[in-house]
Structure formats: C-alpha cells, structure tokens
C-alpha cells in the first residue's frame, strides 16, 4: 500500500528566510503524481504544487520550488522569502495512478504546521 | 464559477443522530470525493464517485452512505452519528480521475457528534 510520511510535525522560519519542508512516500508504482497542499487557519486546501514522477525537473511556482528524488521516494518542498502569510498546515500528497481501481485517489501526509516569524 | 460549495459549515449532533452533509461543484467535474481531516491524521478518503451512478469506498467508509444521482452534487449521509465521527469533511472533485487532475475542495463542514 502506498503510504506519505511528513517527519516534522512543526517548523519554523524567520520571515525572509528559506525553509524546507520533508516528506518520503512509499509506491511501487513507476509513474505518478505528488503535490504539496497550504491549508491556512481558513480551513481551505489550496493546491501549492505539483510534481510528476517521469519528469526530471523540479517542478517551480514562484517562491515555491521543489526537491524531487525518485530512487530515494523524497519530495521536499522549499518555500523561499518566507512570507507571514505562508503560515500554514503544509500536506503532501500521493495520487494513485492512471490504472487500478482505486486510480484518482489522493494519499495524504500527516502535515506539517509552518510558523512564520516577523 | 463557485467551484465546490459544501453546506452546512459547523453542525452539532446528538449520537444516534443522522444527518447529510452537502457538496456540490458546477465545473463539470467527473470526480468527487470525500475525506475527513482529524488532528494529527491528515485527510483521509471516505468515499468518491467517478461519475453519476458511480460511487466505492475509500479508506475509512464505515458509518458514511453516498450516492451520485446527478455529475454536480455528492451528498455524504450518517445514518446514526457517533462522538467518533467528529471530524472536520472536505469534499474535492477533478475534471477526471486521472493522477495529473487538480482537485479542487470545498471549504469543508465541521461536525461535533455529542
């Protein structure tokens, strides 16, 4: 079974300081999907970024980059310029691939809740 | 577009109680789902849809009825609540169920069974 560790429970950064994120998954599938979901004190899951396994690139949204290695199953999220309102509960997230019948699903992490300091 | 509206946003229930928690999306979405987030747990899936008439069960079904009659709404039922089933419910769908699909959720409803 497909499982999403996220081994920090709580960070911290100052404002305008560069702090990342970790999180290991466990798949024996080749191809997939990994994402890092915000879910700010609003409660409403906002879609960070996404990743997909064949692709070598790290995948880049602004401030927001990611650490994707495939042979280690590590996909850390780096947010850089730390901003008070990046504080949050950070997910990472598995989603199952295009066959078997539970493909479209979405496999969680803990979270991680990020302070931010001014 | 609203994207995905969920009703109501805070519910209090009595154990034993039942009670349907609303979603609805207007994007066309063949994919809904429901998860529940509870401390220190993350989200985990309850149920989704792959399209009208078409629902199974995820993760943590048990106590949770769902049914799809039309492609925008994806109602969740308790039939009998229990303090166990206190719990913040996010409902998300995706255009398909294909992995790169973004899935968009709701602002999520907040029960407390007492």
């Known amino acids: 079974a497909q499982t999403v560790t996220q081994s920090q429970p709580e960070m911290s950064v100052q404002e305008a300081e560069t702090v990342t994120l970790s999180c290991t998954y466990d798949?024996?599938?080749?191809?997939?999907?990994l994402f890092w979901y915000k879910q700010p004190p609003s409660r409403q899951m906002i879609l960070v970024i996404r990743q997909e396994a064949y692709k070598q690139q790290n995948a880049t949204e602004n401030r927001f980059s990611v650490n994707f290695q495939k042979a280690a199953k590590s996909f850390s999220l780096k947010i850089s310029d730390s901003q008070l309102g990046d504080a949050a509960m950070y997910f990472c997230a598995y989603r199952v691939p295009n066959y078997g019948g539970s493909q479209g699903n979405l496999i969680f992490g803990k979270g991680t809740k990020l302070s931010v300091k001014p | 577009n609203a994207g995905v509206t969920q009703t109501p946003k805070f519910q209090v229930l009595k154990t034993g109680q039942s009670m349907t928690l609303q979603c609805a999306q207007d994007m066309n979405h063949e994919y809904m789902s429901w998860y529940r987030q509870d401390p220190g747990m993350g989200l985990r899936l309850i149920h989704y849809s792959v399209g009208a008439g078409i629902t199974d069960q995820g993760e943590v079904p048990n106590g949770y009825n769902v049914s799809r009659s039309t492609t925008e709404d994806f109602p969740l039922r308790l039939l009998s609540a229990a303090p166990s089933q206190t719990s913040v419910y996010f409902c998300?769908?995706?255009?398909?169920?294909?992995?790169?699909?973004?899935?968009?959720f709701g602002p999520g409803t907040r029960l407390l069974v007492l």
């Open positions: 998300a769908s995706s255009y398909s169920r294909r992995a790169y699909e973004t899935q968009y």
């Open positions: 798949t024996s599938e080749s191809d997939y999907y």
